[in-house]
């Protein structure tokens, strides 16, 4: 007759494989359910060798019922855990309002391209994307650099951002920049010369304003179109001067909101001042924001704008130039703020930062940009995913920096290998070592398929002893008496431990017995088969320590996770290792 535990661990192994399954289209793998069952179970893993030859039977007898089959049971055996399963399976962004309106669905997100990206621009990137996805749409990228004063273009940003939507997955089905445009502008605002829908302003700024306010209009309105095309004509030969004279969009004086009220299109910039970088001198009116975006928006058929509340008040402008050229506004979403507690995301602040030295580059650790994150070894699916499931909410949302690692560690988990890494390391002397000892370590502990690193720990033939680093942070667990066990190796007895050095002796090699009496585990690298390695954290300061031998494998970018620290992305393999600290 079976004992109770066995009857107990094999039901427990049928769920797993059975979730397993139907979360992978009827075929279980064995890793992930060894996983599960040692997660949950973390007694009978001196028994792993066992329990994976049981999983293996039971997934194979799994495997074999048709998926319909594997579901009904599922659901009829444990209906909380499959409505988890499901709930975190079939998370999505919410339809689109009047989505069924439109033979093809278009998206666009558009950067400014005088800074790099960071994770505020993400919101906007992901939804404009995803959305376009979802209902095979098109998504376009559209670079708004036509103020080549304030918010000047930088020429090296076009591309990074093309490299930033490229590693997020987003690529755009089409591209567009908005300098090149200039004509098609000109075009527009012309036409809304000739209708009495625009006109060319000449009064102070002061003068201007203290009209508005009043409701009433400046005299520059009521000119005839001929006048103003006339005036048109005179901004585009350069015999207006930098804020001599600016286009306005005639709207409802008594509008409630005032900066609705005739809003400014296009104005004049010293352009041997102030030159493009992309185009140099050849345009000297250039559009502002709600014409050029305005226009665009109809003219590129975007069906759809999803963009922050901010922008309400420049729908509302654009909304009467829309009226004025008789087309119909999209589809409009605005989104409410997304702070990340602790990020830094004023862009102008990074390249304040950048100009004074205080960064090191784009990628610095500290800064919350593509680059940096990436560098970092966050994925652009844990972005994706922490995006999506915010979706596009008109409430303001407050995350942390632990929202976002949650995502990153529950996708990298499954994935990456583990190594030791002793950060700030000193030396443990065994003595009484009564054997060799061959140290298999797995490079995952739910994949025993990966393979293991295999150090033979050789005690010295004249006193039987053997040298270790491990990481100073353990002197707290390491007190004269106490018994401690070298993760997958043995237990030791700890002799005398000072700042420096700790000295111990054998005490046993069964893991049971640590586990019986309550022994801490501590990692260990051996001295011979040690690297030099350092890891930057997120505040740019520098963890020193040694990484076990195996790590010279390891190529740029490779993320693992070093036990008992956090997981890293691996910066430079050489004679030493760099990393990069992601997260716990």
């Not at 030791?492 to 090699?509: G, L, M, R, W």
Request: charged share 30%.
């Amino acid at each position: 007759m079976p004992e109770p535990e066995d009857v107990e661990i094999k039901e427990l192994i049928r769920k797993f494989a059975l979730l397993n399954a139907v979360k992978h289209d009827g075929k279980a793998q064995i890793g992930p359910v060894v996983g599960k069952i040692l997660a949950e179970k973390p007694e009978i893993r001196t028994k792993a060798k066992e329990i994976t030859a049981l999983v293996q039977r039971i997934v194979e007898e799994i495997n074999s019922l048709p998926p319909n089959e594997q579901k009904r049971m599922v659901e009829e055996t444990w209906p909380e855990a499959f409505s988890k399963e499901k709930i975190e399976e079939e998370k999505k962004l919410p339809p689109l309002p009047n989505a069924d309106k439109y033979a093809k669905i278009v998206t666009r997100f558009s950067p400014n391209p005088d800074c790099i990206l960071h994770l505020g621009s993400a919101r906007a990137i992901i939804l404009c994307h995803e959305y376009a996805r979802m209902y095979k749409g098109k998504f376009i990228l559209r670079f708004e650099d036509t103020d080549p004063k304030t918010k000047r273009p930088v020429l090296e940003f076009y591309d990074r951002i093309r490299e930033d939507l490229t590693w997020l997955e987003c690529k755009p089905d089409e591209e567009y920049i908005q300098s090149d445009r200039i004509p098609v502008y000109y075009e527009y605002t012309e036409k809304m010369l000739k209708d009495g829908n625009a006109y060319v302003c000449t009064c102070q700024p002061q003068n201007f304003r203290e009209k508005i306010l009043a409701q009433k209009p400046c005299p520059c309105r009521d000119l005839s179109p001929e006048e103003q095309l006339e005036r048109w004509q005179r901004m585009l030969n350069g015999e207006y001067k930098e804020g001599e004279a600016v286009v306005r969009i005639k709207t409802d004086l008594t509008h409630p909101n005032p900066a609705v009220r005739d809003w400014p299109a296009l104005r004049v910039i010293d352009i041997e001042k102030f030159p493009h970088p992309r185009i140099g001198t050849k345009y000297r009116v250039w559009p502002l924001y709600n014409l050029a975006c305005g226009l665009d928006d109809h003219l590129m058929g975007v069906t759809h704008i999803i963009r922050g509340k901010e922008h309400l008040t420049n729908m509302v402008r654009q909304e009467f130039m829309y009226k004025h050229l008789g087309w119909k506004y999209p589809e409009a979403i605005h989104y409410g703020r997304l702070k990340i507690k602790g990020a830094f995301l004023s862009k102008s602040k990074i390249v304040q930062g950048i100009r004074e030295g205080l960064y090191k580059g784009w990628d610095d650790p500290r800064l919350a940009t593509f680059a940096a994150l990436r560098r970092r070894g966050i994925t652009p699916a844990a972005i994706k995913k922490l995006i999506i499931d915010v979706g596009p909410k008109t409430s303001d949302v407050v995350l942390s920096w632990e929202n976002l690692y949650a995502y990153n560690r529950k996708l990298l988990d499954p994935k990456v290998n583990r190594y030791f890494f002793v950060q700030y390391p000193i030396q443990l002397l065994v003595r009484k070592i009564p054997k060799t000892f061959n140290a298999k370590l797995r490079l995952h502990p739910e994949f025993p398929e990966r393979g293991s690193r295999e150090y033979i720990v050789r005690p010295m033939e004249t006193d039987e002893t053997a040298l270790f680093w491990i990481s100073k942070s353990d002197l707290k667990v390491l007190a004269a008496g106490s018994v401690v066990r070298l993760m997958e190796l043995f237990n030791i007895k700890v002799e005398n431990a000072e700042s420096y050095a700790v000295e111990a002796s054998f005490e046993s090699e069964s893991y049971e017995e640590a586990r019986k009496a309550g022994a801490p585990l501590i990692h260990w690298v051996l001295i011979g088969a040690d690297l030099p390695c350092k890891v930057i954290m997120p505040d740019a300061t520098t963890v020193e320590g040694v990484a076990e031998s195996a790590c010279k494998k390891l190529k740029q970018n490779d993320v693992v996770q070093f036990e008992r620290f956090g997981f890293v992305r691996i910066d430079k393999v050489n004679s030493k290792i760099t990393a990069y600290y992601a997260h716990k």
